[in-house]
């Protein structure tokens, strides 16, 4: 089986109706009008089936895996499975990259962790004394924004942010309240590296 019971997936929206589509062993089903509504859509897993097909929550249908495209991501939240899943295709993508935990997570003497990172392919609890993390593929990440120099920050097209303001202002307006800053702290604040850029 590909999935369980309780992952969100997403469905694919290229599902073309009356056409069969497959799971990994070979079993088969129409995706019919009933079922076009959730084209494009996350979906929970709710059932799984006797011939290893899927039901959704919502839906009374049979689901099979190519009606899936993946474990889903949703309002810049991810599964910890489909993380490792990319972190393995493209490695240095996902160096170092760190994650708040939404869900629990723990590593082997049952500490709760709050956040966390890749390393080697793997998740490791970003706190001492670094455990790897134990993980199923509901666990729920959502990506920690990662700090970048000024001038990184000021050649995107999204609005940005340094470290001290409360919120993300065009690359125009950064450059406006930077003009009024003293010149010492212009200085300061554009040699270091504490840029955030929004989304």
Not at 29 to 45: L, Q
Not at 50 to 58: E, L, V
Not at 136 to 153: K, Y
Request: glycine share 8%.
């Amino acid at each position: 089986m590909k999935y369980e019971v309780g992952d969100m997936v997403k469905v694919r929206s290229d599902l073309e109706l009356d056409r069969r589509y497959y799971n990994e062993t070979g079993e088969h089903d129409s995706f019919v009008d009933s079922m076009a509504a959730f084209r494009g859509k996350n979906v929970v897993i709710e059932k799984i089936t006797g011939s290893g097909k899927y039901n959704i929550a919502g839906d009374l249908m049979n689901w099979t895996d190519e009606m899936f495209e993946g474990l889903a991501k949703e309002e810049g939240k991810m599964f910890a499975s489909a993380l490792m899943e990319l972190a393995r295709k493209e490695p240095q993508k996902y160096k170092g990259k760190r994650y708040k935990v939404t869900d629990t997570l723990c590593d082997r003497t049952g500490r709760v962790y709050k956040t966390a990172r890749v390393k080697n392919g793997e998740l490791e609890c970003d706190e001492p004394p670094f455990f790897y993390a134990h993980i199923n593929s509901r666990t729920i990440l959502e990506e920690i924004p990662q700090p970048v120099s000024f001038m990184e920050a000021a050649t995107q097209w999204n609005r940005i942010k340094h470290e001290s303001w409360g919120e993300y202002v065009t690359v125009e307006n950064a450059m406006r309240m930077i003009g009024h800053m003293h010149p010492g702290t212009i200085h300061e604040i554009v040699k270091d590296n504490r840029w955030f850029i929004e989304g």
